[in-house]
Nanobody, 120 residues
Framework: QVQLVESGGGLVQPGGSLRLSCAASGSILSIYLMVWYRQAPGQQSELVATSSRSGRTNYADAEKGRFTISRDNAKNTVYLQMNSLNIEDTAVYYC??????????????WGQGTQVTVSS
């Protein structure tokens, strides 16, 4: 089995920064796409940023220039550096990973989420 554990969430004032981490562990041969999603109260989940194994990244339009996704393949960890946070960034942030677990099988895994609250 594979586990994803997010950390780094918390309470921050508008304009502040946070760095989220998502560490994958378990029976992992390799990890392909790693993705950060978020879900605000009463709203649907939305994609925040993606990172391919080669390091190619993509961002939702609202996060371009403010958020940076990066990853350490040796540690099976993806990060999300969030700057210039505003109230609309308040949400539970989830990590998702496309994992090859055997030579013939790959599967999709989710973390439990980490709460980010932006408030003065």
């Amino acid at each position: 089995q594979v586990q994803l554990v997010e950390s780094g969430g918390g309470l921050v004032q508008p304009g502040g920064s946070l760095r989220l981490s998502c560490a994958a562990s378990g029976s992992i041969l390799s990890i392909y796409l790693m993705v950060w999603y978020r879900q605000a109260p009463g709203q649907q989940s939305e994609l925040v940023a993606t990172s391919s194994r080669s390091g190619r990244t993509n961002y939702a339009d609202a996060e371009k220039g403010r958020f940076t996704i990066s990853r350490d393949n040796a540690k099976n960890t993806v990060y999300l550096q969030m700057n210039s946070l505003n109230i609309e960034d308040t949400a539970v942030y989830y990590c998702n990973a496309d994992v090859r677990i055997t030579n013939f099988r790959r599967a999709d895994y989710w973390g439990q989420g980490t709460q980010v609250t932006v408030s003065s």
